[in-house]
């Protein structure tokens, strides 16, 4: 049996993890894997600015060094931003995907040019700048809100009536730009992938279950991550890292 981690973004209490473990209903895998989510130690409260990016990557790298170590054959990372990727791939030889890159990708074998649906404002900006440090403009009919602040908790829970019809728009306006494929700008959105599937005439790309089946699929190819080009550190330091962490941790209570 392979075991995969997942590692949720923010500090969350069970209620929370198990809104980010609902994704896996989302997807059909073999019988021969089984995930595990794991909320970070410490890290921001939300994701608007550079400050926020900075936490975020640490706080996702130290949940997930020691992932090898502890026995999974794969990580899992829960956000679009790909925070903690390239680090947590230079210090682990098992394969660690995350949606962001990875579902941009996907989205280019199903349509010629893709959107992506964000939340509101703060995330478009750094969708858009990501997806420029991809090289991918070309590719993309651009970035569209609906306006809703992100709530990490409890995701589109209690929402639906509210917030899907608004992402529904989003989607159709990323449409009229030329969009052939819409992708979920964020994993906290991954309750409407359904809904939007069935009120929409091209695919939807639901990020996080996206994941869950890339790690199936590297797993059974027998493949990982490039050392090339993910070389590992000369002089490592987890336990100033942990360190770190845990004293964030004690520092919010």
């Not at 390239?86 to 030889?93: K, N, Y």
């Not at 991918?136 to 639906?160: H, S």
């Amino acid at each position: 049996m392979a075991k995969a981690l997942v590692i949720v973004p923010f500090a969350l209490d069970e209620a929370g993890i198990a809104n980010r473990r609902a994704q896996l209903d989302y997807v059909r895998l073999g019988p021969d894997i089984e995930f595990d989510f794991r909320g970070v130690t410490a890290g921001p409260k939300s994701y608007m600015s550079p400050h926020d990016f900075v936490l975020m990557d640490m706080a996702i790298f130290e949940a997930g060094m020691s992932a090898q170590d502890d026995g999974y054959d794969a990580v899992c990372i829960d956000t679009m931003s790909d925070s903690g990727l390239d680090a947590l791939r230079s210090m682990l030889d098992i394969p660690v995907i995350a949606p962001g890159k990875a579902a941009m990708l996907f989205c280019l074998t199903l349509g010629n040019k893709f959107s992506i649906i964000c939340q509101w404002d703060y995330a478009v900006l750094r969708t858009t700048k990501m997806i420029k440090g991809l090289g991918l403009e070309d590719f993309c009919a651009g970035v569209f809100n609906f306006d809703v602040p992100p709530d990490y908790a409890n995701l589109l829970d209690g929402k639906e009536d509210k917030v899907f019809p608004k992402m529904q728009a989003a989607c159709e306006e990323a449409m009229a730009a030329g969009a052939d494929v819409v992708c979920l700008g964020s994993t906290t959105m991954h309750q409407a992938a359904e809904y939007l599937a069935e009120k929409l005439p091209i695919p939807i790309v639901n990020p996080g279950p996206l994941t869950y089946k890339l790690v199936e699929s590297v797993l059974d190819l027998k493949l990982t991550h490039s050392r090339k080009a993910y070389p590992q550190p000369l002089d490592p330091h987890p336990d100033m890292i942990h360190a770190m962490l845990n004293a964030g941790k004690e520092s919010l209570g």
